[in-house]
């Protein structure tokens, strides 16, 4: 038995770091956080000191057990688990969880896993930091109060089911406003004016006015005037520029730029980063800090000289600007700035390619530019073109990398041919083309990490499963707006004559952008008007600056929470009991066969059209939304035709074809057979065409793709992927079999290997009472019979089992659905 057990969080972590220590370390992972707060109560008492009850989960008691009774036997107990706030409080539950002492306790704390870091870390152990602790429980316990009694809230004035969070309420928040102000933009024309002229050397460049026209009068006024004019080079100018690089990685710039050069959503570019990070590969990847140790400068600027020459290395240091940034961590570099690249796999691989890249440049010399701006002039209006260029003289840190913008507009000057003042140069056509102020852009997940750090909201740990949780709770979505066509006029003069063209874009278009839902908009609009404080920017980011003072023991904890907890706790009673219910209630116009009102409104099932009020004699009618419909966009029109269905399309092969609206959504009815429509598919759009090719499909999916003893086997895909079916049993078709061209061969094999599997799983079987013994997952047990099943332990001595205890287990389990009918009844 080793002398010393380290706990770190993860096994990857603990694989790595048991590379590095001798035979009297013994390395274990306490799998995360052991202790924490009880999921079905608030665990919190909010009556006294605030004092959060920790437990640990059923999944962790075997983990407890384990690290308990190694440490009995060990002599050092090492908490070697992350040095932030998350990571102390995770030490702290294990000191307390597993019973360790000061004397038997050592905490250890390393931004990067390597040889020379765990060895100083070992080397300059510390005590468990109660104020980073006290942090942490802080934000839980905050956390846990304001979704706790918020979500109760929602159940009863908005829709069964949903939950609130402090800093996901705020994300949702961020959003909605985002699209109400692209929803609420009013697009100003004017005209920009670009020209192509052609040097005396015959070389070609492109200039344009400084300032756009407002009207197309002033544009066509402008190209007249220069139809016989002489152009020329008024002013040339040349300055020397610089261009310095940015600083290292911190969470969210690594995020924001994964984000734009890779295409990874955040929690993808923080799992691959974690993964680095255990493989020893990069320093700590949840930082704040721009900073780099000395050894890392010392050790870049070797690399730089080594691979690219002397005069390309710059060492320097950077300052962290992030409000509130905490962690006294190193910012996200290569542990090893020799090692370019990696070979772990496709996705590690290209973000240690990013990291090493930002981090290398980082600590190069500064890119010199020359910047060339010519005006042009000519000798019958005063307007004056403006070409730039640009010429790099040095590389520098260009050599290695250029970070990233969110500006997709953005114009990357180029080269210039060698002009000079006085030189005439002949315009090849000039053009003035209407175009349209923009909206605001929504938030790709990239701009939401960088809004939401401006604005002192969150902190690195919290930005990936702030955006996750939002589109896992349906308040938000990485949506398609299709956009719509617009026209717009260009005029153009070239040679002697001045032509007007309409073209035609497309505005409004996004892919993949963060768009609120409707229960979004619904939930963020009950949430503003009613704990406004809450979801205030300013307060969210004053909560973390707290949150910032506890942690440096400014502050107490229990005292932060007690405070906030008062105001809250009164609005959320007065809001539960006088607030109006929520729907998002939206008057569209009149039924004119009723006389009666058409709203849009959320409902139990999800966002419908209804006709007539819930108050009136004869009920209202309700008529589910379809396709990609919403609640903010759906016309009066499209909602009164949602009540045309069910709707006869016609007759095919003699029998009628209706499509409908169903509990599962939209289905197209033929034959006595039901074919679903795609998702999002309007079932208003569908034509009889439409619907013989759904019904061809769906007749070509289900034709039998050959036979096994007699009887006929199909195939499809479902929700656990491909499958045959044969004599009523459905069989899953894996990776090994070519699922395209499955031959009578690969059929039969399906087939029997499920027959041997089912053979195999039959432990017992009565056919005089009609139950069966089958094995189940996890080595437990499944009696069953008919549709009733009952699970036994895998402590069960299976082959003891017999007909007479199986029999009384199902008349126990009927006797006791009786008396708990009868129970509530009784309420």
């Given at each position: 038995?080793?002398?010393?057990?380290v706990i770190?969080?993860?096994?990857?972590?603990?694989?790595?770091?048991?590379?590095?220590?001798?035979?009297?370390?013994?390395v274990?992972?306490?799998?995360?956080?052991?202790?924490?707060?009880?999921?079905?109560?608030?665990g919190v008492?909010?009556?006294?000191?605030?004092?959060?009850?920790?437990?640990?989960?059923t999944?962790?008691?075997?983990?407890?057990?384990?690290?308990?009774?190694?440490a009995?036997?060990?002599?050092?107990?090492?908490?070697?688990?992350?040095?932030?706030?998350?990571?102390?409080?995770?030490?702290?539950?294990?000191?307390?969880?597993?019973?360790?002492?000061?004397?038997?306790?050592?905490?250890?704390?390393?931004?990067?896993?390597?040889?020379?870091?765990?060895?100083?870390?070992?080397?300059n152990?510390?005590?468990?930091?109660?104020?980073?602790?006290?942090a942490?429980?802080?934000?839980?316990?905050?956390?846990r109060?304001?979704?706790?009694?918020?979500?109760?809230v929602?159940?009863?004035?908005?829709?069964?089911?949903?939950?609130?969070?402090r800093?996901?309420?705020?994300?949702?928040?961020?959003?909605?406003?985002?699209?109400?102000?692209?929803?609420?933009?009013?697009?100003v024309?004017?005209y920009?004016?670009?020209a192509?002229f052609?040097?005396?050397?015959?070389?070609?460049?492109?200039?344009?006015?400084p300032?756009?026209?407002?009207?197309?009068?002033?544009?066509?006024?402008?190209?007249?005037?220069c139809?016989?004019?002489?152009?020329?080079v008024?002013?040339l100018?040349?300055?020397?520029?610089?261009?310095?690089?940015?600083?290292?990685?911190?969470?969210?710039t690594?995020?924001?730029?994964?984000s734009?050069?890779?295409?990874?959503?955040?929690?993808?570019?923080?799992?691959?980063?974690?993964?680095?990070?255990?493989?020893?590969?990069?320093?700590?990847?949840?930082?704040?800090?721009?900073?780099?140790?000395?050894?890392a400068?010392?050790?870049?600027?070797?690399?730089?000289?080594?691979?690219?020459?002397?005069?390309?290395?710059?060492?320097?240091?950077?300052?962290?600007k992030?409000?509130?940034?905490q962690?006294?961590?190193?910012?996200?570099?290569?542990?090893?700035m020799?090692?370019?690249?990696?070979?772990?796999?496709?996705?590690?691989?290209?973000?240690?390619?990013?990291?090493?890249?930002?981090?290398?440049?980082?600590?190069?010399?500064?890119?010199?530019l020359e910047?060339?701006?010519v005006?042009?002039?000519?000798?019958?209006?005063?307007?004056?073109?403006?070409?730039?260029?640009?010429?790099?003289?040095?590389?520098?840190?260009?050599?290695?990398?250029?970070?990233?913008?969110d500006?997709?507009?953005e114009?990357?000057?180029?080269?210039?041919?060698?002009?000079?003042?006085?030189?005439?140069?002949?315009?090849?056509?000039?053009?003035?083309?209407?175009?349209?102020?923009?909206p605001?852009?929504?938030?790709?997940?990239?701009?939401?990490?960088?809004?939401?750090?401006?604005?002192?909201?969150?902190?690195?740990?919290?930005?990936?499963?702030?955006?996750?949780?939002?589109?896992?709770?349906?308040?938000?979505?990485?949506?398609?707006?299709?956009?719509?066509?617009?026209?717009?006029?260009?005029?153009?003069?070239?040679?002697?004559?001045?032509?007007?063209?309409?073209?035609?874009?497309?505005?409004?278009?996004?892919?993949?952008?963060?768009?609120?839902?409707?229960?979004?908009?619904?939930?963020?609009?009950?949430?503003?008007?009613?704990?406004g404080?809450?979801?205030?920017?300013?307060?969210?980011?004053?909560?973390?600056?707290?949150?910032?003072?506890?942690?440096?023991?400014?502050?107490?904890?229990?005292?932060?929470?007690?405070?906030?907890?008062?105001?809250?706790?009164?609005?959320?009673?007065?809001?539960?009991?006088?607030?109006?219910?929520?729907?998002?209630?939206?008057?569209?116009?009149v039924?004119?066969?009723?006389?009666?009102?058409?709203?849009?409104?959320?409902g139990?099932?999800?966002?419908?059209?209804?006709?007539?009020?819930?108050t009136?004699?004869?009920?209202?009618?309700?008529?589910?939304?379809?396709?990609?419909?919403?609640?903010s966009?759906?016309?009066?029109?499209?909602a009164?035709?949602?009540?045309?269905?069910?709707?006869?399309?016609?007759?095919?092969?003699?029998?009628?074809?209706?499509?409908?609206?169903?509990?599962?959504?939209?289905?197209i009815?033929?034959?006595?057979?039901?074919?679903?429509?795609?998702?999002n598919?309007?079932?208003?759009?569908?034509?009889m065409?439409r619907?013989?090719?759904?019904?061809?499909?769906?007749?070509?999916?289900?034709?039998?793709?050959?036979?096994?003893?007699?009887?006929?086997?199909?195939?499809?895909?479902?929700?656990?992927?491909?499958?045959?079916k044969?004599?009523?049993?459905?069989?899953?078709?894996?990776?090994?079999?070519?699922?395209?061209?499955?031959t009578?061969?690969?059929?039969?094999?399906?087939?029997?290997?499920?027959?041997?599997?089912?053979?195999?799983?039959?432990?017992?079987?009565?056919?005089?009472?009609?139950?069966?013994?089958?094995?189940?997952?996890?080595?437990?047990?499944?009696?069953?019979?008919?549709?009733?099943?009952?699970?036994?332990?895998?402590t069960?001595?299976?082959?003891?089992?017999?007909?007479?205890?199986?029999?009384?287990?199902?008349?126990t389990?009927?006797?006791?659905?009786?008396?708990?009918?009868?129970?509530?009844?009784?309420?």
């Open positions: 038995m080793a002398k010393n057990l770190v969080e993860s096994p990857a972590k603990a694989k790595t770091i048991e590379k590095f220590l001798g035979k009297d370390f013994q274990e992972s306490s799998f995360g956080h052991i202790a924490d707060l009880p999921s079905k109560e608030l008492n909010v009556e006294g000191d605030f004092k959060p009850k920790y437990i640990v989960s999944d962790k008691k075997s983990v407890v057990k384990k690290l308990k009774d190694l009995k036997k060990a002599e050092m107990v090492w908490l070697a688990s992350d040095e932030d706030r998350e990571g102390e409080a995770i030490a702290w539950h294990l000191a307390e969880q597993l019973k360790l002492t000061k004397d038997n306790t050592k905490r250890i704390v390393f931004n990067s896993i390597t040889k020379n870091a765990i060895l100083k870390a070992i080397e152990p510390r005590t468990i930091n109660y104020n980073l602790v006290d942490q429980q802080a934000r839980r316990v905050l956390d109060i304001v979704g706790y009694e918020l979500s109760p929602l159940w009863r004035k908005v829709k069964a089911g949903l939950s609130a969070g800093v996901q309420s705020v994300a949702v928040r961020l959003i909605v406003e985002r699209e109400r102000e692209i929803e609420k933009f009013n697009a024309a004017s920009r004016v670009d192509e052609v040097n005396a050397d015959g070389k070609k460049f492109k200039a344009k006015l300032k756009n026209f407002t009207s197309k009068e002033e544009a066509e006024e402008f190209l007249n005037s139809l016989n004019a002489e152009f020329s008024s002013d100018q040349k300055k020397p520029a610089k261009k310095s690089p940015a600083a290292p990685f911190t969470t969210s690594l995020q924001q730029e994964a734009r050069k890779l295409g990874f959503p955040v929690a993808k570019t923080m799992l691959m980063a974690q993964r680095l990070y255990e493989a020893g590969l990069i320093t700590y990847m949840r930082t704040d800090s721009v900073n780099l140790s000395s050894e400068i010392n050790s870049a600027a070797e690399e730089i000289e080594s691979s690219y020459g002397k005069e390309y290395s710059n060492p320097r240091n950077f300052s962290t992030a409000k509130g940034a962690e006294a961590h190193e910012a996200i570099r290569p542990t090893n020799a090692q370019h690249t990696v070979s772990v796999d496709y996705d590690q691989d290209r973000l240690y390619s990013l990291i090493w890249k930002r981090t290398i440049a980082s600590q190069m010399s500064e890119a010199k910047r060339t701006n005006k042009i002039s000519n000798n019958k209006n005063e307007k004056v073109f403006s070409a730039n260029g640009e010429v790099i003289t040095f590389e520098g840190f260009l050599k290695v990398y250029l970070e990233g913008t500006n997709e507009d114009e990357q000057a180029g080269m210039l041919p060698r002009m000079e003042v006085g030189e005439s140069v002949e315009k090849q056509y000039i053009t003035s083309t209407q175009r349209y102020s923009r605001p852009a929504r938030y790709s997940e990239a701009a939401l990490v960088k809004h939401l750090e401006e604005l002192g909201i969150g902190r690195p740990s919290t930005y990936a499963p702030t955006i996750s949780t939002v589109q896992r709770r349906g308040y938000v979505e990485k949506g398609t707006a299709e956009g719509v066509e617009r026209n717009y006029i260009q005029l153009q003069l070239k040679g002697s004559k001045v032509t007007e063209n309409v073209l035609t874009e497309k505005v409004g278009a996004d892919k993949g952008k963060m768009m609120p839902t409707d229960i979004g908009n619904i939930v963020n609009d009950f949430l503003v008007e009613n704990f404080s809450i979801l205030d920017y300013g307060f969210t980011a004053k909560v973390e600056s707290d949150f910032d003072n506890i942690a440096d023991g400014k502050e107490n904890w229990t005292a932060v929470i007690k405070d906030f907890y008062k105001d809250f706790h009164f609005t959320v009673k007065d809001v539960a009991e006088n607030a109006e219910r929520a729907s998002g209630q939206r008057l569209l116009g039924d004119p066969d009723s006389g009666k009102n058409v709203y849009v409104r959320l139990r099932f999800g966002a419908m059209v209804q006709i007539g009020e819930a009136d004699e004869e009920k209202p009618k309700f008529a589910s939304l379809q396709g990609d419909q919403t609640m966009s759906i016309t009066y029109e499209e009164m035709d949602l009540f045309k269905l069910p709707k006869t399309l016609g007759d095919y092969e003699d029998k009628e074809v209706v499509v409908a609206n169903g509990r599962f959504g939209p289905y009815k033929f034959d006595g057979k039901y074919v679903s429509l795609d998702k598919e309007n079932p208003m759009s569908v034509d065409d619907a013989i090719e759904l019904i061809e499909a769906k007749r070509k999916a289900d034709a039998p793709i050959g036979e096994y003893e007699g009887m006929p086997i199909q195939k499809g895909v479902g929700r656990f992927g491909p499958f045959i044969w004599n009523s049993i459905f069989i899953n078709v894996n990776k090994k079999y070519d699922f395209d061209n499955l009578q061969a690969d059929l039969e094999e399906l087939i029997e290997d499920k027959k041997k599997k089912e053979r195999e799983k039959l432990i017992h079987s009565w056919e005089d009472v009609g139950i069966r013994v089958e094995k189940a997952r996890w080595g437990r047990f499944n009696v069953i019979k008919g549709k009733s099943k009952v699970e036994l332990p895998k069960t001595e299976i082959d003891k089992f017999t007909k007479e205890e199986a029999v009384k287990l199902f008349e389990k009927k006797t006791a659905k009786k008396t708990a009918k009868k129970t509530t009844k009784k309420k």
